[in-house]
Each structure stands twice: as structure tokens, then as C-alpha cells.
């Protein structure tokens, strides 16, 4: 069975926002078995919009569409359901309702009426109803195609895909089982990972498909497959993957969704009962918002400082003003007393340091853009290293965030 | 002239990744004329691919196509170039230069077999030479449709854009100008806004567009318009802007682009020559983040601390540990005291300071998850205000980043 997402709305093709929807739609489709054949993202324009939906028809069984669905006179979604579906809006008693405990709940002023232009509905759509915001979802169904209409909001298009679509769509539908699994490495390129396993690759039964993913400093290699039984299918790719990872030992860390880096990192010093710190300068606190933004970290994760000002790595961290001035404050020397002297202050086993000229000026530093000094503070010493990640200010922030979990899962992996 | 955007990737169609190349190309496209009419995503599938560039040709004069020109097997884009331009791949000395350039400059080994695999080109394209990666970018022509193909690692496709396609684009077509200007506002909801400004909305010049953009906490009101003349056209929009401006005072924070809450932030520290700091602990390094990601912040920002765990709040901030057990961590007494301290501990003259419970458990605080108290510290006082944020992690830490800047902003913006 094949799906089909459109994604309805100007802002996405002026480059205003990115559709992080389509994403997170096609991944859960694919967790019940359902494939994405296309994406499409289309303008506020009815004869555009129909044009998407009959095409839409030809190859899917299954198309969700997102956005258009506001209380303001730019959304048009509802109406243009209408012309496809030969329908007309109605008024849903249970859509108002919504509405109104709705704005009871979140202790807000009473609806304007264009909140309640809401409940004006297709009236042979089936209302998927929506805990999270006033504007409800759509199921509606032509020539057996089945049409979902959902809000662009991130988080009430999970809702509602969660609660109300997926449960639906596991009814009505036959589906095969989908299964990817997903090796990360680090520290080895595309070209030079094809070219050491080639052999395997071009010896991997036909109805496995290996993707290459390649990113800073970080490719992730992908098996797919789909079938009819689960465990066939979930046993030949986990063999394969066995393979792949012996293959690839020096340079795997283990498989996404199930660990990322910090992930594996979070498990290992959960394990040894250890504990983290991060003194962040050219990272500018980019490395704890990666650390943080998953719940559980408070079980390894203590704190972090990031001693933006020069000074303040003096001040704060208590790195000699003497070593700044004699190494500059990009240097091996100040990076090693910065993850020192990190352990000390948030008295943790590990701490990162990271120092560098992000660009795209040179700041306080001597060396060119783009140099990078991370260390490592642990129990059996500090590491350090000095690299040059180019004259890019985001690549050099990525590759050194890469680079620092890096050195970081290696020196806690040793015993 | 309309053009239209084909990414092509399974990774993107099971939502491994997020396509953010077609937001960029679109930005980008549309700041010299040129209006995107759809953004395609497909399959690493020779037939669906063929299909694709089909269906472009119909409604596009200018197509660019992103992904599948990696070195490794699963990377099909160059081969359905020549089946859908009727042409055959030959090798182009220039890129084998390229690569061995490429090699020599990044310091690596010899490349591999699979690398130069990259030389070989259709015979009829024009060849865009890649500074930043070894796969080079394409150019054809059929039936006066314009075909590229750029690669689909960002960092690549961005500076092939820049240097190689645009400047050929705007040679080749005729195009209008497109001018957009968004208002950011903070604080009042959409259907609160429409209300407000209906009258306005409606008398509104036809060729003039106005789209909602609602997210967290936060509306984004868009006003568009395309036109030959482009003084004509931003005297217009320009117009009505301030026109818009006036009726939401009291919400408008400044323009896109031209402005973001921290660009307005900086600005406004940077003329009055003061300073910034932050104590970070349910937000974990998210507002730091925000700040220190574009370049510039070392003027006013100065550092930041993430207390994680609640006995550095008083080890390091000198929160007392008294006003913890009384109020408990997550307290308006607490949270006035971290931002207190903060300017103290980093002689600022404001500080931010987050507490709260993001979920998806209680962690230390004794209130409901969702929770949050936000405390600026300025010259004049602390401020703080203690907020239900709901419960949904992500959602709680992105309101604690909005309100905080808009605490700040009305803070630092008083005489």
C-alpha cells in the first residue's frame, strides 16, 4: 500500500519555514507499514491544491494533507476539500464544544467568532477530533482512496496522527512490514566505507536495499526491507547487520533510533555511575542543548558553563590568565586547563572543552578561522586536540559538537 | 517564471531526515524573482524520478533537483539525467582535477576508485564545479525547461547555488522581483489578531497577500506581493506594513530577517553598551544556543551556566540552599535569586534564570510538569513570573526560550 503527503502553504515555498511534518509523518507511516511514495508541498491556491490531489489519486491509496486548516481567511484547506469531494460546510455541534472547553482549559478570553469558524466542516468527513487546538482533522474517502486532513502545527498534527489516524489507517488498510535499521560511524568517509565492505554490499540478497548517509564527520548506513513476516524480515537484516558492524567495528557506535551518540554516551556513564561536565567557548552551548533536550540526562549530566568572554575563563573556570597569554586563548594549554578545572567546579568524573574561532572573525584568538582545540577531562588524565574545520561558522560548531562526543565515547569506552 | 524543487532520497521519504535544502533553494530563488511552484519529494527510483522531471516540465521553466550524486551505488541521479536528456556519461578531466585538489587541500589520502566515479558526467551538461565536495553540479536544457542537478549535502548545495546557479538564472530568465516582509509578534493569539485588524485585511490592495504564521507564543504576520517595479512594489508593502505595525504595537517586536528577538536584543544592548548573562537550568542550553549560533554575540553576551543538578544552583550560583527546601527549586524566590547571582557571578547588567519541571517527570520540583519560572535581572530590580507551560517536553522548553526574550525585550527596551 502506497501513501501520499502534500503539504498545503506559501510559507514553505518561499523558504519561510522548513516542513519538519512531512518527516515525522512518513516515519511513523513507515512504523506500520506504510509506504511513502511522494511528498508534495503546494501554495495557498485552489486550482493548485485540486491539481495535488487528483495526482495524488493516480499512485496512492492513502494521502494526508496538512495545513490550511487556521481560523483566518489565508486557509483555505476545508473549502477545496469541499469542490474534490462534491461537498458542502456544515456546522459540527462537537467541533464548537471543543472549541469552548478548549479556551475554558487554557483559562483564556471567551472564542472570537473566527474561532468557531472552526466547527464549519465537510459534511460527509469523518471529524477527527483535536485535544490539542481548535482546528479539526478530516477523513474523507473518494473512488477508495482515502483523504486525511490534519493542521500544519507540529504538535497537534502528532495528536491527531497518534491518536485518531494511525489507529484508523491499522483498520482499514493490509500492510506489509517495513524495516530499516541504521548503522553510525564516525571518523571514516563514504567512498572509503563503500569501497571496504564493496564485496558484502554487492553480495546483499535482492530485496535488501543499503543507503549511505553521509554528514560532518559521521556516515550512517541504512538496511531496508519490506515483507510480509516481521521476524524473517527483522532476523535477515539484523544478520546483515551483524556483518556490517564486525566490518566496521573501529568506526561504529551503534545504531540510530535505538542510541545516538548521546544516547550511548548516557548509557555507558550511567552504567560506571559517572558523571559529566561541559565548559563550552566556541560551541556557545550548542554541545548541552544536544545533551539536554532528550529527558534523563540529570542521571549523568550535572551542568555546564559556557565562559563566552575571555575573562571569564579566568573569573570562573579559573584558567591562568598567565597560560592565556602565553598560549593564546585558542591553544592545547587552555583547553586542557579549561576541562580540568570544569571537573572541579561541577565535581564530575568527565568534563568537554571547547575553544576555537568559530568565525567568521577572529575574535580573541591568533590562529586562522576555523581552528578548533576540544580536550577531554577523565579520571586517568586529560586529552586534547587541535583541528582546522574551515571557515564555515555552522560547520565548524557541527564538527566540533561531532568531534568532542567522539573523543568523549571513546575515552569513557576504554576500561 | 516559476520553477520547481526535486529532492530525491528514500531518507527522506521514511523520514530519516528532514529536507532542508528545499526551504534554502526556495529562499533563495525567490530573492531574485524567480517563484517555486512545488517542491517534490522521490524515490531513489529511476521510473519515479523520470516521472518527476515529467511532470515538472509541464509547469516549470527552471527545475533543480537535489541528492543522488554520491560516489556509492545507491546514488542513481546522473544515470536518470541521461535517460530523461537521451545522453550518455562521459569523464570530465576537470573534476578528476577537482578531486585530487579537494584531496590535497583537506589533507587526505589518496582517493579512492569511487571518488573519481564522480568525473563521470552527461556529455551534454554544463558543469558546475564543486569548491566544497567532489560531486560536481550539473546543467541541461529540454524543450526550454532548464534542468540542475546539485548535490544534496547542504554545505555543497548552498555554495554551488550561491556562485554557480543564481548568477546563470538571472542571465537566463526574465524574471519579476517578489518582496515579502513579515512582522513578528509576541503575545496574542491569531483569531485575537484577525479580529483586530479585519477591516484592514479587507480593504487590502489585491495584489498584496497576507498569511498567519502562528507557533509557539508567537504569530508572524506576512504580507507579499510581485511586480515589476520594485520600488512601486516596497513603497506598497511598505505602506501597509505600517499601516499593520500601528494596530499591534503593543505586540510587534520588529521584522524578520531584518530582525529576530535576539537581533533586536543585541541591538538594543549593544547601543546602550550593556551586558548580558544567563542561568539556564529546565531550558538546559537552549537560550544559549539561540544566542551564540549566529556570530556577533560576544558584544553583549558575555556567558552562561547550566546548574542541572539543584546543589550547583547553590555551590556555583550562591543560590541559598535555605530558599531551595523552603520554596522548593522550581519558586519565584529561587528563580530571582539564580538571576541575581547570574549578573553578579558574570558582572552583567541583565541576566535571564530558568527553573522548571520539562518533563516528562518531576525531577526535583514539587509542582505539575510544565512548570516554569522565568526571572530577568536588570539595573532597576529582578522580574519573574511563574507559568504552565503544559505537557509536552519540547513544547515547555520552546515557551520558556519565547517568553524569556520577550521578558527581556520589554525589560531592556524601558528608558
Not at 69 to 98: H, S
Not at 253 to 258: I, K, L, N, Q, T
Not at 275 to 295: D, F, R, Y
Not at 383 to 409: H, P
Given at each position: 500500500?502506497?501513501?501520499?503527503?502534500?503539504?498545503?502553504?506559501d510559507?514553505?515555498l518561499i523558504?519561510?519555514?522548513?516542513d519538519t511534518?512531512?518527516a515525522?509523518?512518513?516515519?511513523?507511516l513507515?512504523?506500520?507499514?506504510v509506504?511513502v511514495y511522494?511528498i508534495?508541498?503546494?501554495?495557498?491556491?485552489r486550482?493548485?491544491?485540486?491539481?495535488?490531489?487528483?495526482?495524488?489519486?493516480k499512485?496512492a491509496?492513502f494521502?494526508i494533507?496538512?495545513?490550511?486548516?487556521?481560523?483566518?481567511?489565508?486557509?483555505?484547506?476545508?473549502?477545496?476539500f469541499?469542490?474534490?469531494?462534491?461537498?458542502?460546510l456544515?456546522?459540527?455541534?462537537?467541533v464548537?464544544?471543543?472549541?469552548?472547553?478548549?479556551?475554558?482549559?487554557?483559562?483564556?478570553?471567551?472564542?472570537?467568532?473566527?474561532?468557531f469558524?472552526?466547527?464549519?466542516?465537510?459534511s460527509k468527513?469523518?471529524?477527527?477530533?483535536?485535544?490539542?487546538g481548535?482546528a479539526?482533522?478530516?477523513w474523507?474517502?473518494k473512488?477508495?482512496?482515502?483523504?486525511?486532513?490534519?493542521?500544519g502545527v507540529?504538535?497537534?498534527?502528532?495528536?491527531l496522527?497518534q491518536?485518531?489516524v494511525l489507529?484508523?489507517?491499522?483498520?482499514?488498510?493490509?500492510r506489509?512490514?517495513?524495516?530499516?535499521?541504521?548503522?553510525l560511524?564516525?571518523?571514516?568517509?563514504?567512498?572509503a566505507?563503500?569501497?571496504r565492505i564493496?564485496?558484502?554490499?554487492?553480495?546483499?540478497?535482492?530485496?535488501?536495499?543499503?543507503a549511505?548517509?553521509?554528514s560532518?564527520?559521521?556516515?550512517?548506513?541504512r538496511?531496508?526491507?519490506?515483507?510480509k513476516?516481521?521476524?524473517?524480515?527483522?532476523?535477515?537484516?539484523?544478520?546483515q547487520?551483524?556483518?556490517l558492524t564486525?566490518?566496521?567495528?573501529?568506526?561504529?557506535v551503534g545504531f540510530e533510533?535505538?542510541?545516538?551518540?548521546?544516547g550511548?554516551i548516557?548509557k555507558?556513564?550511567?552504567?560506571?555511575n559517572?558523571?559529566?561536565?561541559?565548559?563550552e567557548?566556541?560551541?556557545?552551548?550548542a554541545?548541552?542543548?544536544?545533551?539536554?533536550?532528550?529527558?534523563?540526562?540529570?542521571?549523568f549530566f550535572?551542568?555546564?558553563?559556557v565562559?563566552?568572554?575571555?575573562?571569564?575563563?579566568t573569573?570562573?573556570?579559573?584558567?591562568?590568565?598567565?597560560?592565556?597569554e602565553?598560549y593564546?586563548?585558542?591553544s592545547?594549554?587552555?583547553v586542557e586547563?579549561?576541562?580540568?578545572?570544569c571537573?572541579?567546579l561541577?565535581?564530575?568524573d568527565?568534563a568537554?572543552?571547547?575553544?576555537?574561532?568559530?568565525?567568521?572573525?577572529?575574535g580573541?584568538?591568533?590562529?586562522e578561522?576555523?581552528?578548533?582545540?576540544?580536550?577531554?577531562a577523565a579520571?586517568?588524565g586529560?586529552?586534547?586536540e587541535?583541528?582546522n574545520?574551515?571557515?564555515?561558522r555552522?560547520?565548524?560548531?557541527e564538527k566540533?559538537?561531532?568531534?568532542?562526543?567522539?573523543?568523549?565515547?571513546?575515552?569513557?569506552?576504554?576500561n
Amino acid at each position: 500500500m502506497l501513501a501520499e503527503i502534500i503539504t498545503i502553504g506559501d510559507e514553505i515555498l518561499i523558504g519561510q519555514i522548513v516542513d519538519t511534518n512531512s518527516a515525522y509523518i512518513s516515519k511513523e507511516l513507515n512504523k506500520v507499514g506504510v509506504k511513502v511514495y511522494q511528498i508534495t508541498s503546494v501554495q495557498d491556491n485552489r486550482t493548485h491544491i485540486l491539481q495535488a490531489f487528483e495526482d495524488a489519486k493516480k499512485h496512492a491509496d492513502f494521502v494526508i494533507v496538512t495545513g490550511g486548516l487556521g481560523p483566518t481567511k489565508d486557509d483555505i484547506t476545508k473549502q477545496t476539500f469541499c469542490d474534490f469531494f462534491e461537498d458542502v460546510l456544515v456546522e459540527d455541534q462537537a467541533v464548537i464544544e471543543n472549541v469552548e472547553q478548549l479556551f475554558k482549559k487554557y483559562q483564556l478570553n471567551k472564542p472570537l467568532p473566527a474561532n468557531f469558524r472552526q466547527a464549519m466542516v465537510p459534511s460527509k468527513a469523518t471529524i477527527l477530533m483535536n485535544q490539542h487546538g481548535t482546528a479539526p482533522g478530516m477523513w474523507m474517502e473518494k473512488d477508495n482512496v482515502v483523504f486525511v486532513s490534519l493542521p500544519g502545527v507540529p504538535y497537534e498534527m502528532k495528536h491527531l496522527l497518534q491518536d485518531e489516524v494511525l489507529p484508523r489507517v491499522i483498520k482499514r488498510f493490509n500492510r506489509p512490514h517495513i524495516y530499516h535499521k541504521t548503522l553510525l560511524t564516525y571518523g571514516l568517509g563514504e567512498s572509503a566505507i563503500a569501497e571496504r565492505i564493496e564485496e558484502w554490499e554487492d553480495n546483499l540478497p535482492e530485496n535488501i536495499k543499503l543507503a549511505y548517509l553521509p554528514s560532518l564527520g559521521r556516515v550512517r548506513l541504512r538496511l531496508s526491507s519490506t515483507g510480509k513476516d516481521e521476524k524473517i524480515l527483522k532476523d535477515s537484516i539484523d544478520a546483515q547487520m551483524e556483518v556490517l558492524t564486525k566490518m566496521l567495528s573501529d568506526i561504529a557506535v551503534g545504531f540510530e533510533d535505538e542510541t545516538s551518540i548521546v544516547g550511548k554516551i548516557a548509557k555507558i556513564l550511567n552504567q560506571k555511575n559517572q558523571t559529566l561536565s561541559l565548559a563550552e567557548s566556541c560551541t556557545g552551548g550548542a554541545i548541552v542543548e544536544q545533551i539536554t533536550i532528550e529527558a534523563g540526562a540529570s542521571s549523568f549530566f550535572l551542568g555546564s558553563i559556557v565562559p563566552y568572554k575571555t575573562e571569564l575563563k579566568t573569573k570562573i573556570l579559573g584558567v591562568p590568565s598567565s597560560l592565556i597569554e602565553k598560549y593564546s586563548v585558542v591553544s592545547i594549554e587552555v583547553v586542557e586547563s579549561m576541562a580540568n578545572n570544569c571537573c572541579k567546579l561541577f565535581s564530575t568524573d568527565y568534563a568537554i572543552a571547547t575553544t576555537g574561532i568559530a568565525g567568521p572573525t577572529k575574535g580573541d584568538g591568533r590562529d586562522e578561522v576555523g581552528t578548533v582545540c576540544i580536550a577531554v577531562a577523565a579520571p586517568r588524565g586529560v586529552i586534547s586536540e587541535k583541528f582546522n574545520f574551515g571557515n564555515d561558522r555552522y560547520r565548524v560548531i557541527e564538527k566540533t559538537i561531532n568531534k568532542a562526543f567522539e573523543m568523549l565515547l571513546k575515552e569513557i569506552s576504554k576500561n
